[in-house]
């Protein structure tokens, strides 16, 4: 609605009539306009007698082509990157954000904030599904739904820590201040998985004030949240009398039994835990206690500062008891009886141990000096013996007993022990420090000092100690050979590959392979062992002839019995193997039951150690051969003994599958069906080769 | 408040990192084979070496940059470091010191009262990170010194920073933000404190 003027009598009164598309001149009537564009909205009666409105939805996001009609590919016709991207978000957040039952509100929040990050350049060098649960993540703190990183974590199978990471960089470029977690948020999410029927909310009430008491009570800084609530439900779940053990709830909780079990304990040494179910509700105590882990480290201070008054005071006990020794000693040598002669030959020997049981049997002799000499002897004697004590004592698991007698009957026998340990810390260093003042006299002549850029000072380093660290040339060859020995195949396959490189290179077919990030085995995330195996045969897709179902059915016999596979070659000398197992195996059926779980756990390995890269197909080969000899030696049971001998094999190979085995006689002493059952063993060796079995 | 305490606090450094290089091609065979107290890696490539006195283990990569850790102070790498090269330089290598730089340090400290986390997390909001989920401790970090700090709740603290001088500028300046928010012992705690101390 300009306001134009007429153009032939110049009247400014225009009417436009919005219906009919024209704009008119109320003075003289001329039609200025026909047509005029309407903003109109227009109604269809479609088929029943519904009226739509005319008209498509265009998005607020930027140009988006209406999608076309049987092409259904919305991505890659003829948009900008960026648009892409944005799109491609905003369906993965709705997707994620689906699973996690968060509403629009939630989602178009998430959305924004991605379209902040990428706008940000933050996605560079990120995956994108990381993005994503961080923005779903944040509005879910931001919102205050009691959504844990753990679950987006589960729903991603990502590791939480990552997740984390990402999360913690985005809220900080984005400046987005997630409020703290509060653990009273979880109580009713969890309450409700933990299936407490009717008394869901009285059961949620107790809790919270527990976890109330707890926060208190200084016990969640610096904990999951999820913890405390565990313990929290767990203790209001038996205060209403319903019998939740720690397994339900921390299947719930995703803690695990340890953390849940600690803060119990915690909570049992606060004095909220002395009061009775009735006062507990009713009151609430004044005092608040110290973080746990702050008394803990209180506890420890004090064990320390205790254990080093105690040494301090055994070492002033230790003084006064040698003091004490030495006292008695020189008594004893003075009343002690001379020996003379060949006697005092032996005396020298039998001294230290007997410098307290008076030998009486011989002449004395009254020559001071001797005595003198005597003392020091059997003082310096003693020591030596000291040394030696301690030495047998360190390296004998302290055998006591023999010291004890040859300490003597005039030290208390409890302080005698003590004593053994103050002394040996004080001969001890003695012999250390030997060493050290050894050193130091090979003082370090300072070496000539180049004093040109870059190259060493050597001011105060003590060459001779450098010299320590290189090894002379024996020992230099003798770590050569034990590395040598240890490295062999490393060293033989570098060598062959540099024989294969050299070939190649002749023939002219040598290709510069680059050098590929060997891929690591994916986990193979599976419950049992059972479906482990579903999953490795799903993905190898190892044989056609392979009756799956019936595999699938062993699990729910508790694998209980190896299935059967004929060999393949090497006929006889399986079917020997097969005779002299089956004569062990009649027996044995039972054991397979018990010994099923620990082939679960070996097939568990097998399957990991199968989908990862290997490169000693060789070793492999040299090995087959040992594995047939200790098949017919060993006398466990054939499932085991079949493992056992996978296990050996990281890879096995087609070959050893013959020396494998569990038979098709001992199958047929079974039930018929699991005569068609193929070994998994059988199915991992065979997915090279196509002699299949006949069922 | 004061920033310093009666009783000065203790900053006790625990771990310094620094590299250097030697400006010259080392043959990783020879160095595990001549040498004592080394652990050839061949799949990563780097040797490491443990050297006694001043107790520090060095990673050394073939072409001859040298990254030592588990010094104490910033003079005991240096003096490992250069301990380092002398060795290297009797094994035959023409080594030449290089690029020493110090490139990281870490210290630890502890506080006498605990800290309430959640209100030091709001106080200090952009700052300050608190995630129970995933450790147990908020991380304070100081853009202009480069400087992390973990805050436990128990009190204690770990702090890294490019050099030593800049760690104990950065538990100089958080410590008042800590002292805000510090949890009042209950009277019994302190007067065993007080005894102890």
Known sequence: ?695 | MDSSNDDALDIIITNVVATFRTRCHLNLRTIALEGTNVIYKPEVGKVLMKLRKPKITASIWSSGKIICTGATSEDDAKVGARRLARCLQKLGFKVRFSAFKVVNVLAVCSMPFAIHLVDFTKNNRPIASYEPELHPAATYRIKHLKATIQVFSTGSLTVTGPNVQNVATAVEQVYPLLFECQKPLREKRRGELRSQE
Request: glycine content about 6%; aromatic content about 4%.
């Open chain 1, 1 to 695: 609605m300009s306001s134009r003027t007429c153009h032939t009598c110049g009247g400014t009164d225009i009417d436009v009539d919005q219906a009919r598309g024209s704009a008119v001149c109320t003075s003289c009537g001329s039609v200025l306009e026909d047509n005029i564009i309407v903003s109109e909205v227009q109604f269809v009666e479609g088929s029943g007698g519904v009226s739509s409105a005319v008209g498509q939805f265009v998005s607020a996001d930027g140009p988006v082509k209406a999608p076309q009609l049987g092409s259904g590919f919305h991505t890659s016709v003829g948009k900008e990157s960026r648009a892409q991207t944005l799109q491609s978000g905003k369906r993965q957040i709705q997707q994620l954000g689906s699973q996690l039952q968060l509403n629009q509100h939630c989602l178009d929040t998430a959305f924004n904030f991605f379209k902040m990050v990428v706008s940000k350049h933050l996605t560079r060098g990120r995956k994108m599904e990381h993005v994503i649960a961080a923005c779903l993540y944040l509005v879910c703190r931001t919102e205050g739904t009691p959504h844990m990183l753990l679950d987006l974590s589960d729903l991603l199978q990502v590791n939480v820590y990552i997740l984390g990471k990402t999360f913690l960089l985005l809220a900080r470029e984005l400046c987005i201040n997630a409020p703290a977690i509060d653990p009273c948020l979880y109580i009713p999410r969890f309450a409700h998985m933990l299936d407490f029927g009717t008394k869901t909310h009285d059961v949620s009430m107790t809790a919270l004030r527990l976890v109330q008491r707890m926060k208190r009570d200084w016990m969640h800084t610096g904990r999951r949240p999820s913890g405390l609530c565990g313990a929290a439900l767990l203790v209001a779940a038996r205060m209403h009398t319903f019998r939740r053990t720690v397994k339900d709830v921390i299947s719930v909780v995703k803690v695990c039994q340890t953390t849940l079990r600690k803060r119990l304990t915690e909570f049992e040494e606060t004095p909220t835990s002395q009061l009775t179910i009735d006062e507990f509700m009713r009151v609430d105590l004044e005092q608040e206690c110290d973080p746990p882990s702050f008394t803990a480290g209180q506890h420890k201070t004090k064990m320390q500062q205790l254990e080093n008054e105690l040494t301090r005071k055994l070492d002033e006990v230790e003084g006064e008891i040698s003091c004490y020794k030495n006292e008695i000693e020189t008594e004893l040598e003075k009343s002690r009886p001379k020996l003379r002669g060949i006697y005092a030959a032996y005396a020298r020997e039998i001294d230290p141990e007997d410098t307290e049981v008076l030998s009486s049997a011989s002449d004395l002799e009254e020559a001071e000096s001797e005595e003198a000499e005597l003392q020091a002897a059997t003082q310096h004697l003693t020591q030596d013996f000291l040394c030696q004590v301690m030495e047998e004592e360190v390296g004998q698991d302290r055998k006591t007993d023999g010291v004890r007698q040859k300490m003597g009957p005039e030290e208390e026998g409890g302080g005698a022990l003590r004593q053994v340990a103050p002394l040996a810390t004080i001969l001890g260093k003695l012999t250390t420090t030997a060493p050290f003042d050894l050193q130091q006299t090979f003082d370090p002549s300072p070496e000539d000092d180049e004093t040109e850029h870059g190259v060493l000072d050597l001011d105060g380093i003590d060459d001779q100690e450098i010299e320590k660290y290189i090894l002379n040339d024996r020992e230099v060859q003798v770590k050569t050979e034990l590395w040598m020995k240890q490295n062999a195949e490393y060293l033989q396959e570098q060598r062959e590959k540099d024989e294969r490189i050299r070939k190649e290179k002749e023939q002219g077919t040598y290709k510069e392979k680059k050098k590929k990030k060997s891929k690591k085995g994916e986990q193979v995330e599976a419950l049992t062992a059972g479906e482990a195996i579903e999953k490795m045969l799903e993905k190898k897709k190892i044989s056609r002839k392979i009756n799956y179902d019936v595999l699938r059915d062993l699990n729910s016999r508790g694998g209980g019995s190896s299935p059967a596979h004929p060999p393949n070659t090497n006929t006889d000398v399986q079917q020997k193997l097969s005779r002299r197992r089956q004569r062990r195996s009649s027996g044995v059926n039972y054991e397979l039951a018990a010994n099923a779980s620990i082939m679960g756990k070996r097939f568990h390995r097998l399957i990991s150690t199968t989908t990862t890269t290997t490169k000693k197909k060789k070793r492999v080969e040299s090995q087959v051969q040992n594995p047939v000899t200790m098949t017919t030696t060993t006398t466990t049971t054939t499932t085991t003994k079949a493992v056992a001998e996978t296990s050996h094999d990281p890879e096995p190979h087609p070959t050893s599958s013959t020396a494998v085995p569990p038979t098709v006689e001992e199958e047929e002493e079974e039930e018929v069906e699991e005569e068609e059952c193929v070994s998994a063993l059988q199915l991992v060796g065979d997915y090279g080769c196509e002699e299949e079995e006949v069922f």
